[in-house]
């Protein structure tokens, strides 16, 4: 009898589990298809985010606060629909800004990894700059594989998997530290989140790992459960592999870890040990996928000497192309072998510089409002400030709490490790692994100030059945599809067979493969009533562009100012030439496009300068084309 009641119990779990992610995938896809109004749009990219964060937090509130399986319907449905509204939004405003072009194609950094994850396809390993994150590249190859090279739709699935992962870490959060607590952690991982939403980079991956790296780890912690704790470090280690950042909190959480799982003893070896074991597993499944798909020409991280070298000199991490532009001419593994070289001279005639440049290091990431700088307010910004210290100084308080010394060790890692991911150099992006982390101060100060206060209604935490293989099965599937699928992939992927092709004397043959939703076509104004990737107005891509044309970004600046004198009824794609392996730029009448799928020959004219040629970057205009093979 017991027996036919758990197995009714657990049938009943599954099926609202299902019927749970069926609605909310629905409601994702219809937000995407549908698209959202223009005037949700001009909130979600105001340039001040106090309205929107009101809003979202309102919002969310009334998602979270009912009990039970209606309640994570309703907040779930609301955390997926959040997301698609900003990715809707991109594709609304078709806008081009750092590293995406027309709301869909990918530019700068976006394209090295989308040209990386392309060539994986072809049978060839990612290009450099994608080996510096194979694991991002690799899950991008992977994805694009899956969608038959359908950028948008894997656009879309890497929001998706994001929106899933932050659902699940505000879950264990309000499960703990009630409602409130829950959708204030969401709020600030959207926020930083959307200014990634959309774009081919490696945050996409590195904050969703984080996330749900964070949500087991804390209930795990909660739960005094040793397994789940490891397997939060395991995929926090994958987490700062796809998107480096703060590595020094990986050996401050092992001796968390080992401190708060002692029992009688001094410190848990088990824990010591295993969590030295996972840490290095995680870097040892990064170098086993770097050692399938990565470029011979370089190593995983190989940039980080430009960073020590800057933090060094009190330069950024490209100050040594400024110092020694010659290096720009060595391969990838002898430029970072001398940068190191040079780093270690420059300190050893100066040791007091790398002291300063620590210091500076701290002084912009602790006074500078940096560590919420992606609130684009400076009320929200100093509030979340003031709710982050007042946190800390509680979190010490109750030093004996396990969620308390989770984030002090925390706080240790990070503090360590800001000189070597310097605020000067990439912003807050670097941190996207660690931004969970970040967005919990806020949340806890806010709790512990309801506690006080007697905010009954704010810290109460509603009544929900643990659920603890949904969490586990997603956190595992992450670790699967960012090891596994890159490997998979490469081992499935053969080179294209390009047949001859015959092109008139003054036009150059190339040969790509053409894919669905990896193009945006640009009509008159009077054609649409509103543009919506894949069809642009024209007056909106080309406003779209100006942004760009002022770009630090050389190359960037470069191409967008040659797209700006596109006219309608063209169209417009980033591929790869798979005659040479270069970057194109193809530009066709839309009405030349061929209809299938597969691999096409082009004869045109290809167009360049020397700032693109350097990188191998060239714009084709289209006269005809013909399609090969599938």
């Known amino acids: 009898m017991r027996f036919k009641r758990l197995f009714a119990n657990q049938g009943e779990r599954c099926f609202y589990s299902i019927a749970i992610l069926a609605v909310g995938l629905l409601a994702y896809s219809t937000v995407l298809i549908v698209g959202i109004p223009n005037q949700l749009s001009s909130i979600l990219f105001a340039n001040d985010s106090t309205f929107l964060f009101i809003a979202i937090v309102g919002s969310l509130d009334l998602a979270y606060r009912p009990s039970g399986w209606r309640g994570m319907l309703t907040s779930f449905n609301a955390t997926l629909i959040l997301f698609a509204s900003q990715l809707s939004g991109l594709w609304l405003s078709g806008n081009s800004k750092n590293f995406v072009v027309g709301g869909l194609l990918p530019i700068s950094d976006a394209s090295g990894y989308y040209e990386g994850a392309r060539r994986v396809l072809e049978g060839d390993n990612l290009s450099v700059i994608a080996s510096w994150r194979p694991l991002f590249s690799g899950t991008l190859a992977a994805l694009l594989g899956l969608t038959q090279q359908n950028l948008q739709l894997t656009l879309a699935i890497l929001v998706l998997i994001n929106a899933i992962a932050c659902f699940f870490l505000a879950r264990e959060i309000q499960k703990s530290h009630g409602t409130v607590a829950g959708i204030l952690v969401l709020t600030l991982l959207f926020l930083f989140y959307r200014n990634y939403i959309g774009l081919a980079m490696t945050e996409n991956l590195g904050l969703a790992l984080g996330a749900i790296a964070l949500a087991i780890l804390w209930r795990g912690t909660t739960s005094m459960q040793i397994n789940f704790c490891l397997l939060g470090i395991l995929l926090l280690t994958l987490a700062l592999n796809a998107r480096a950042g703060a590595f020094f909190i990986l050996p401050t959480l092992i001796l968390w870890g080992a401190w708060c799982f002692r029992g009688s003893s001094r410190f848990s070896s088990r824990f010591l040990f295993c969590g030295i074991g996972v840490v290095v597993l995680g870097f040892l499944l990064n170098s086993i996928v770097f050692k399938t798909v990565g470029s011979p020409n370089t190593t995983a991280n190989s940039n980080f000497s430009y960073t020590l070298y800057g933090l060094i000199v009190g330069g950024r991490w490209d100050t040594i192309f400024t110092d020694y532009p010659q290096l720009r001419g060595l391969g990838e593994l002898e430029r970072a072998k001398k940068t190191y070289e040079l780093a270690w001279e420059a300190l050893h005639a100066n040791p007091f510089s790398l002291v300063r440049g620590l210091l500076r290091a701290w002084q912009q990431f602790f006074f500078d409002d940096f560590v919420f700088s992606f609130v684009k307010s400076a009320k929200l910004n100093f509030t979340l400030q003031l709710l982050s210290l007042?946190?800390?100084?509680?979190?010490?308080?109750?030093?004996?709490?396990?969620?308390?010394?989770?984030?002090?060790?925390?706080?240790?890692?990070?503090?360590?490790?800001?000189?070597?991911?310097?605020?000067?150099?990439?912003?807050?992006?670097?941190?996207?692994?660690?931004?969970?982390?970040?967005?919990?101060?806020?949340?806890?100060?806010?709790?512990?100030?309801?506690?006080?206060?007697?905010?009954?209604?704010?810290?109460?935490?509603?009544?929900?059945?643990?659920?603890?293989?949904?969490?586990?099965?997603?956190?595992?599937?992450?670790?699967?599809?960012?090891?596994?699928?890159?490997?998979?992939?490469?081992?499935?992927?053969?080179?294209?067979?390009?047949?001859?092709?015959?092109?008139?004397?003054?036009?150059?043959?190339?040969?790509?493969?053409?894919?669905?939703?990896?193009?945006?076509?640009?009509?008159?104004?009077?054609?649409?009533?509103?543009?919506?990737?894949?069809?642009?107005?024209?007056?909106?891509?080309?406003?779209?562009?100006?942004?760009?044309?002022?770009?630090?970004?050389?190359?960037?600046?470069?191409?967008t100012r040659r797209l700006a004198s596109l006219s309608p009824n063209f169209t417009l794609t980033n591929k790869i030439n798979l005659h040479n392996g270069e970057i194109v730029w193809a530009i066709a009448p839309t009405n030349l496009m061929p209809k299938q799928v597969g691999l096409i020959g082009a004869c045109g004219r290809l167009k360049t300068n020397s700032t693109m040629k350097k990188h191998g970057i060239s714009l084709f205009y289209a006269d005809s084309m013909t399609w090969i093979s599938q």
């Open 390 to 559: 007042i946190a800390l100084v509680n979190c010490y308080r109750q030093r004996y709490n396990p969620i308390a010394f989770l984030m002090l060790a925390a706080t240790v890692g990070i503090f360590f490790s800001v000189p070597f991911v310097p605020p000067w150099d990439a912003g807050i992006r670097p941190y996207a692994a660690t931004i969970p982390i970040f967005s919990c101060f806020p949340a806890l100060g806010l709790t512990f100030i309801a506690q006080k206060l007697e905010w009954q209604k704010s810290v109460r935490v509603p009544p929900t059945k643990q659920q603890p293989r949904v969490l586990l099965i997603f956190g595992l599937s992450l670790i699967l599809l960012s090891i596994g699928g890159p490997i998979a992939t490469k081992m499935l992927s053969y080179p294209s067979q390009l047949a001859a092709l015959s092109c008139p004397g003054d036009t150059t043959p190339i040969y790509f493969r053409n894919t669905a939703g990896s193009s945006i076509n640009l009509v008159a104004d009077d054609a649409i009533q509103r543009s919506y990737v894949p069809n642009l107005r024209i007056s909106d891509f080309k406003n779209g562009l100006y942004s760009s044309f002022k770009s630090s970004n050389l190359t960037q600046a470069a191409i």
